[in-house]
């Protein structure tokens, strides 16, 4: 079995767009720009044995005011700019609207990568910043990395731990590692 760090994209990967203290997704590869600590994080934890995964709802698609094709457009980027096993999306447009099970905070995303990447989830962790991703990695039994981007929202759970951004996670990660 592989251990294995799930990200959340926007806001963990790369700088998600604020407007009145909430976060938005890039909505074009011209608006999405990865955070310059984060190849280097990726790296550290590519080294350490871990698999890479990316794990994001993206509801507008769902919702029909972002084109699908605009979202792998910017995933085939991130893929080529980090080294990632894996990017699981879920598109429905949640609001009450998504009956499936993938939607964060729900832990489909983690569970299907999990059975299809042979993934033990307890010695696996989930890197968010919103409460969903907290929610959804401890649904799924993994540890979880809250990074505090400061948005007007409250966590309903509590993360196993804090970091400002990727790098330190990588670093909490790899110290509980050993």
């Known amino acids: 079995m592989s251990r294995a760090v799930f990200l959340d994209r ?3 990967i790369n700088r998600a767009l ?3 203290g909430k976060p938005y997704p890039s909505a074009s590869l011209g608006e999405f720009e990865i955070f310059p600590e984060v190849p280097e994080a990726c790296r550290r934890l590519k080294q350490a044995g871990y698999l890479l995964v990316v794990a994001t709802n993206q509801p507008d698609v769902g919702r029909g005011t972002l084109k699908q094709e605009a ?4 995933h ?3 893929r080529r700019q980090l080294p990632l096993d894996r990017v699981e999306v879920c598109y429905h447009p949640g609001k009450g609207l998504s009956g499936c099970d993938c939607r964060k905070p729900k832990p489909g995303m983690l569970l299907r990568a999990a059975r299809e990447l042979h993934i033990d989830l307890v010695q696996s962790w989930m890197v968010g ?8 990695g401890h649904a799924a039994g993994c540890r979880t990395i809250f990074i505090d981007r400061g948005y007007a929202e409250e ?3 509590q993360p196993d731990f804090r970091a ?4 330190e996670a990588a670093g909490i990660i790899l110290a509980g590692a050993k």
């Open 10 to 12: 926007d806001g963990v």
């Open 18 to 20: 604020e407007r009145d």
């Open 71 to 74: 979202v792998e457009e910017i």
């Open 76 to 78: 085939a980027e991130m």
């Open 129 to 136: 910043d919103r409460w969903r991703d907290v929610d959804c």
């Open 155 to 157: 966590l309903k759970q």
């Open 164 to 167: 400002k951004n990727l790098l």
